[in-house]
Nanobody
Framework: VQLQASGGGLVQAGGSLRLSCAASGRTASTYAMSWFRQGPGKGREFVAGITWSGESTVYADSVKGRFTISIDNTKTTVYLQLNSLKPEDTAVYYC?????????????????WGQGTLVTVSS
């Protein structure tokens, strides 16, 4: 499975961005796709996840109500809509693919990773 993340950029606090993660290759065995982020000097943290069917979603408390994860009908692209952005949302955002089980919050539970896209929120 290959993952290509895009959509990052520089935005002012309160602004919005939409990140995309295009999946290709052997995606048929995918159970869930998630977004993680890694801020300056921080570890990689879970942001949001969605089952490949699109039926279930999970969010980190820090983004609940501001970010929305979704999947397109062709099951090739996962989106993360970022609204009401704050300076503390500044990070490299990564998409990840998990073949089995649940929408896990631990990075080690994921099988494939995209290259990351940088989101910078200015105050």
């Amino acid at each position: 499975v290959q993952l290509q993340a895009s959509g990052g950029g520089l935005v002012q606090a309160g602004g919005s961005l939409r990140l995309s993660c295009a999946a290709s290759g052997r995606t048929a065995s995918t159970y869930a796709m998630s977004w993680f982020r890694q801020g300056p000097g921080k570890g990689r943290e879970f942001v949001a996840g969605i089952t490949w069917s699109g039926e279930s979603t999970v969010y980190a408390d820090s983004v609940k109500g501001r970010f929305t994860i979704s999947i397109d009908n062709t099951k090739t692209t996962v989106y993360l809509q970022l609204n009401s952005l704050k300076p503390e949302d500044t990070a490299v955002y990564y998409c990840a693919n998990r073949k089995y089980g649940i929408i896990a919050r631990g990075p080690s539970s994921y099988d494939y990773w995209g290259q990351g896209t940088l989101v910078t929120v200015s105050s």
